[in-house]
């Protein structure tokens, strides 16, 4: 792949071909009768498709992220990164010997599977509730990195995957994929949206007396990470599931509120609870409850790999 079109660019290149398109495709019809295998969404990395400048724009990145998690982010999150041997030098690897998928597999059983770039929700939770992270491969152009309103390799690897590599952490985001592909009431569907948000995205924690930040959207942003952190205009709420989720978020602005762990175990045993509720409703809509337990048995841990 000529230079020319990857220098500072969000490597389109590498997501624009017959493979991509045909995984996109699958990934917009998804649950639609005869697209019913969520792997055929998943495409190659091409890591020969990242330039030097990429690669720099990884590097800078990671320096500065890093110096700034050092005692801000959670120890789960910083344990975890070291555990996958997430490293500056070059950007990740998600398939062969030299990948993250290779610690990770030994760990929790997670794995990051490359995606041409957006998914619908149904395919996004079809592949969470297989212990399979959608990831994008592009990485953001260099003049944009501060800020990026698309995703990208950083976005994904660097803030959410090193949490996969905690049992706890991985067990609730299996957990929260199934419940959130077994309903298909709007209400739930909306509810499940702000827990994702207030959690995944934004969460924050208590470790050792101290606020730490867990959330991606927060470790892969400096700026937002020290409103979360420092700002006294945010409203930092005691987690509580029912709260989470009935409360609602706008994404154009620093988040005025924000829900605070005291555990992983919490927020585990939370979406166990709620995920029961979930299979039981969907159980009584679909055969007046005959079937509850002949399922999926969402509230239970998933057994470790």
Known sequence: MAESKMSGSLNHAMIDDSQAKAAQEA?????????????????EQRYEGYSEENQETWRILFDRQMEF???????????GARSIKLVR??????EGPRSINTFLKQLTGWQSRAVPGYIPAKAFFACLARREFPTTIVIRPKQSIDYLPEPDIFHDVFGHVPLHADPVFADFL?????????TNDPVHTERLARLFWFTVEFGLIREGGSLKLYGSGLISSPG????????NDVD??????????DTAFEIDHYQPILYVLESFQQLRDA?????????????AGCCGGAC????VQLGQPAARH
């Open 236 to 245: 930092r709420r005691p987690f509580e599931i029912d709260r989470v989720c």
């Open 271 to 283: 979406m166990m609870t709620y995920a029961d509720r979930l299979l039981d409703e969907h159980a």
């Open 292 to 295: 509850r337990g002949k399922g």
């Open 174 to 182: 299996q957990a929260y994929g199934k419940a959130a592909l077994t």
């Open 69 to 79: 998690l050092a005692d801000r982010a959670s120890r789960v999150y910083l344990d």
């Open 224 to 231: 937002e990470s020290r409103h979360a952190l420092e700002s």
């Open 27 to 43: 990934a917009n019809h998804f649950g639609e009768p005869g697209h019913a295998d969520i792997t055929k969404v998943y495409i």
């Open 89 to 94: 030098d070059h950007i990740p690897y998600l």
